[in-house]
């Protein structure tokens, strides 16, 4: 990333509850009298005071949010509280490195760290979830899925009411990514993706027949509600999320669930509970075994019209 510190014109660096930064910008407005403020000429003023801009080593943890200076004076002036709402926002402002960023999400009161895969053509995504290594337990309740828990640098998951309500703000579209032991990668994208309201159980909508078919046909993800062992809103009789682990749209209870139990390498056989879709199928596999996944990541992205 090119160096986007205090001597820019078009943005600086603050941290988002940085209350300093906004007394000092206050008490620029003061003494400015009344005239048309430079954006170089409000960095100066505000540069002595900030915390020294992160050293770049420390990527790909971005742990501060550039804002731009519009947005910044919408905030001083009340206006709601300034920034981004996704990292398609981001990268439109001219940051282009994968890393955690800091975003609003419309009707949310409290910022949100994410992690922005930026390098794409088409725009930049948003992660929801990611697995990796196991080092996040899944198996948790409605109001932490809700909410969201793990590390936006490593395993995480976003939580169902941030997504909702980016993706209820516009159109947006999915991808899946995956890895299974053998080191084959796949992928699924989803044209068009929504979650409902949490009264609506975070029904998921996808694109077309809601959902992706196998080569066999068969419907991997469908328009279904949420689910979490303390929340049984699937369409079995039993409780998907106790037999199956973690949180997801399960069906009865269906052939995915990328927020199964993460199981090691010489482990990850014949694990109904684990990390699957589909059947964890590459194209090494010929028949029913139901493997566990090495690795998955979704994420979601505006639409472009
Ligand atoms: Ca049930």
């Known amino acids: 990333m090119a160096d986007r510190g205090l001597g820019q014109r078009t943005s600086l660096w603050l941290h988002p509850n ?12 003061t003494t400015s009298c009344g005239e048309t403020r430079t954006l170089w000429g409000l960095s100066v003023a505000v540069a002595a005071s900030l915390q020294k801009k992160p050293n770049a080593s420390t990527f790909p943890i ?10 910044l004076e ?14 398609e926002d981001i990268r439109k402002s001219g ?16 910022p ?3 992690f922005c895969v930026m390098d794409t053509s088409g725009g930049a995504w948003t992660l929801i979830q990611r697995r990796e290594n196991g080092a996040v337990d899944f ?24 997504v909702h309500q ?74 998907c999320a106790v037999i199956m682990s973690g949180g997801w749209w399960f069906d009865s209870c269906g052939p ?14 014949q694990k109904i509970n684990g990390i699957r879709w589909d059947h964890s199928s590459s194209s090494n596999i010929s028949g029913p075994t139901i493997f566990s996944l090495r690795t998955s990541r979704m994420m979601m992205r505006p639409l472009h019209s």
């Open 74 to 87: 919408q905030g001083a002036a009340g206006a709601d509280v300034p920034g981004f709402r996704d990292c």
């Open 95 to 110: 940051f282009n490195k994968d890393g955690v960023y800091t975003i609003f999400v419309p009707n949310m009161n409290q």
């Open 166 to 239: 980016l993706s209820s703000s516009a159109n947006y579209s999915l991808r899946v990514e995956m890895e299974d032991w053998q080191g084959n990668t796949f992928y699924a994208n989803f044209g068009y993706f929504q979650l409902d309201s949490e009264k609506e159980f975070y029904r998921i909508y996808l694109d077309k027949d809601s959902g992706i078919s196998t080569r066999q046909g068969r419907l991997i993800l469908r328009s279904n509600n949420f689910s979490t062992h303390d929340a049984d809103h699937d369409n079995c009789g039993c409780n």
């Open 62 to 71: 971005v742990d501060w949010t550039p804002i731009a200076m519009d947005h």
């Open 139 to 162: 198996k948790r309740s409605w109001q932490e899925y809700k909410q969201g828990f793990g590390d936006p640098a490593g395993e995480h998951w976003l939580g169902n009411e941030v």
């Open 112 to 114: 949100r760290r994410v």
């Open 18 to 29: 940085s209350t300093r930064l906004k007394e000092e910008l206050d008490a620029y407005q």
């Open 256 to 269: 995915s669930n990328l927020n199964g139990v993460y199981y090691s390498a010489d482990q990850y056989k």
